[in-house]
C-alpha cells in the first residue's frame, strides 16, 4: 500500500513541476523542459501494459488542463510515450532486472548508457509528436525535429539531474 501512495506522490509532485517551475524555464521562448516524463521513465518495470497507457494519458492531460495551452497535445504526446516504453525498456534492460517485479529502470539498474539511451528515445519520441501536432503541419519538418531533439536533450538533463538526486538520498 505504501508503494502507491508513494506513485501517487510522484505523479502530483510530476504535474505541479511542469506547471509551476518547467513551464516557466524557458530559453530564448524555444527550449522548454517537461520534466513530467520523469514519472513516466521510473515507473517499475512490471507494470500492466494497459495501466502505464492510461497513467501517461491522465499524467498528460492534467499537465495540458493545467498548463493553459491546448487541451490533448501533451495527453497525446505522453500517451505515446507510455505505449512504447515497454518496448524500449525490453530492448536496454538485463535478464535478471525482467524476474524483479518492483524493479525501477534507472541509472543504477540499467547503467548509465542503457538509461539515457532508454530515456531518450521516450522523451524524443514525446517531444516530436507534440511538436508535430503544435505545428500541425510537416512544412517545417525539419525544424520541428530539430526543436524536438533539443528540448529533449535539455529534457534529459533534467531527468539525469532527478536520478542523482534519487540515488544520493537512498545512498544516505
Do not use: C
Request: charged share 10%; glycine share 4%.
Amino acid at each position: 500500500m505504501s508503494s502507491y501512495i508513494k506513485y501517487i506522490g510522484w505523479f502530483a509532485l510530476a504535474v505541479i513541476s511542469q506547471v509551476l517551475l518547467f513551464n516557466n524555464i524557458s530559453l530564448l521562448n524555444y527550449i522548454v523542459p517537461f520534466g513530467f516524463l520523469w514519472f513516466i521513465i521510473i515507473l517499475p518495470i512490471k507494470v500492466n501494459h494497459t495501466l502505464l497507457v492510461l497513467i501517461s494519458f491522465l499524467l498528460g492531460y492534467l499537465v495540458d488542463m493545467f498548463s493553459g495551452g491546448v487541451i490533448g497535445l501533451h495527453a497525446a504526446a505522453a500517451t505515446m510515450a507510455g505505449f512504447i516504453r515497454p518496448y524500449v525498456l525490453k530492448k536496454y534492460h538485463t535478464a535478471e532486472f525482467e524476474y524483479d517485479s518492483k524493479a525501477l529502470p534507472n541509472i543504477k539498474n540499467l547503467g548509465v548508457s542503457n538509461f539515457v539511451i532508454y530515456s531518450l528515445i521516450i522523451i524524443y519520441t514525446h517531444h516530436l509528436l507534440y511538436y508535430l501536432l503544435e505545428a500541425f503541419s510537416t512544412k517545417d519538418f525539419l525544424l520541428t525535429m530539430f526543436r524536438a531533439l533539443l528540448n529533449s536533450v535539455f529534457t534529459l538533463l533534467f531527468i539525469l539531474f532527478f536520478q542523482y538526486i534519487q540515488i544520493s538520498t537512498k545512498d544516505k
